[in-house]
């Protein structure tokens, strides 16, 4: 039997896959925030109380918080030119998970979805039911107003239809030295979506997926046919059945394209496997991600593209 | 190459596992109410313009119009006295799917999952979202008040907490003659859960999944167990890899069993496979289950328990 081979901690995140036509300015941004955001995530990994879940929090928090991701402050606008978010955690040991979905009022639905997990019986709540929580749990409330950037209302102008070309999902898969995985996710959904719309993200087993015993992964791109086919939990089977992180993350996206014929069923995946070997794919133009493993700092936006960086001493 | 096998048009529905501590009197309409289903959906299945999906569909509204089932009127109560219901259903040809969570003044979801499914290009709406789609759509809106039965209302007054031992989501799973495979899924949540709890049952993958090449399956049980390992999706892949109906839903329900060590995880699933051919378990003491295949109705309630009875001709 081979020796056990060793943990590297890692954090891999991903702002969002798409077609990618955008002026150079909002790439700049994407670019931007995903390297703020994995820094984020690393310091919670490894620090002295790090951990796989603080790291996926702190990660999708901080792309909450940064304007150009489709979560938090600059999501999306429903048909009524509200903002409804969905989050999503979870960790592979215990099956522990919460989501919320439909939620308005609160900049960080990651960790509105984490106090799910952790003060209820629950994994998931919706709406006003959501949002009854947040209060409950002390969680500061926000106007709508605050939570919305002039890119986004334009696009709502301009579109008042679901655009086939922007998948903007965010998400993060992190592991730390104990071997314990999570992932986690956000979204402010579509735009021009109607009142209510539940997407892929807080649905266990298609935005995310982790299990200990094989990996953790994140997806982002057509969410309703990411849904269709349950993706994320896809990807871990293939992993159960021995491929490689790499491989499973190609297997489950060429899968979708297959099976769902009714839609452009494109996205972007990112995998760690049980030891924090990376697998990362897109069937879309381009997907912004980032992952940070020892000390060095990889990311892209277009396929085919990655950059290395070693962190900073600021961290 | 083996010749094709002919397909069994078959009807299999659920109405909910759990360990039985019940009157018998209670007991006894469990059967009635699933034999009144069962031959509601087998009519919708065979009749000129019968499919699978209208015998899904016809099935589980049959079990929300009947007062002993958790959907519809008799759905379980939520802490602040409420009823809030989850509606699903899923096709396997396109992997169409629509669901409603946390509807209110409503007496059948699943027809307004099915109207998700159709009408909009979301697969889930949540909460006042889906009330407002309801309206749009011409649902007649109810009282909760005509919703509440007596035995629900004092399940709540003497828990008011969750009860391990009652798991009464419905479901149904179908093949029609052309081999086309549907699933559908209702239920009233568990009592005195939080406002906005969203089940397992509107969980794509989870509560239930259907998929034309390998087949259809329907859970119960442990909402938040079968969640957490997206149990119905689990049953499929097991059959994608060469497993029977009846093995593969074996195997799923041992699976979270071990895999959920913080639950009861407990559960019942009925499953068919492209053909038609049943698969059914259960790891609680028993389910109400039945199903019609060839003008004979099989049915039963605790475990290893079957009465077979010819199919009246006044269907």
């Known amino acids: 039997m ?14 969002g896959a798409g077609n990618m036509r955008k002026h150079e300015q909002v790439l700049a941004e994407y670019l931007k925030g995903i390297k703020i955001a994995v820094k984020a995530g690393y310091q919670a990994l490894c620090g002295g109380t790090g951990s796989a879940l603080n790291a996926v929090e702190a990660a999708v928090s901080s792309m909450e918080d940064f304007h150009i991701f ?15 978010m969905d989050g999503f955690i979870m960790e592979g040991k215990e099956f522990r998970t919460g989501a919320v979905t439909c939620v308005q009022h609160i900049t960080n639905p990651v960790q509105l979805a984490r106090m799910v997990m952790e003060k209820t019986d629950h994994i998931c709540l919706a709406g006003p039911g959501a949002n009854k929580f947040a209060k409950l749990m002390g969680v500061p409330e ?84 990411i849904a269709k086919v ?45 030891y924090g070997h990376i697998g990362m794919y897109m069937t879309t133009q381009g997907m912004s991600w980032a992952y940070i493993q020892k000390d060095q700092l990889h990311y892209g936006l277009l396929k085919g593209e990655e950059f290395v960086e070693k962190t900073d001493d600021s961290m």
Chains 1, 2 share one sequence.
């Open 230 to 274: 349950t993706l994320a939990r896809n990807i871990i089977f293939y992993m159960e059945q021995g491929l490689s992180a790499q491989a499973a993350a190609e297997k489950g996206l060429h899968y979708m394209e297959n099976k769902i014929q009714s839609h452009p069923a494109q996205g972007g995946v990112i995998v760690l496997d049980k």
């Open 142 to 225: 926000v106007s709508t107003e605050s939570l919305i950037v002039e890119r986004r209302r334009k696009m709502l102008e301009e579109k008042r239809s679901f655009n086939p070309d922007t998948y903007d999902t965010v998400g993060a898969v992190a592991i730390d030295a104990d071997g314990n995985i999570a992932c986690a996710m956000s979204t402010g959904g579509i735009t021009a979506q109607m009142e209510g719309r539940v997407g892929d993200a807080p649905l266990i087993g298609c935005g995310g997926y982790c299990d200990n015993d094989y990996g953790g992964v994140s997806t982002t791109g057509d969410g309703e046919a």
């Open 70 to 84: 489709n979560t938090g402050r600059g999501s999306n606008l429903t048909v009524d030119g509200e903002i409804e």
């Open 2 to 15: 081979a020796a056990q081979e060793k943990v590297i901690p890692t954090i891999i995140v991903h702002g």
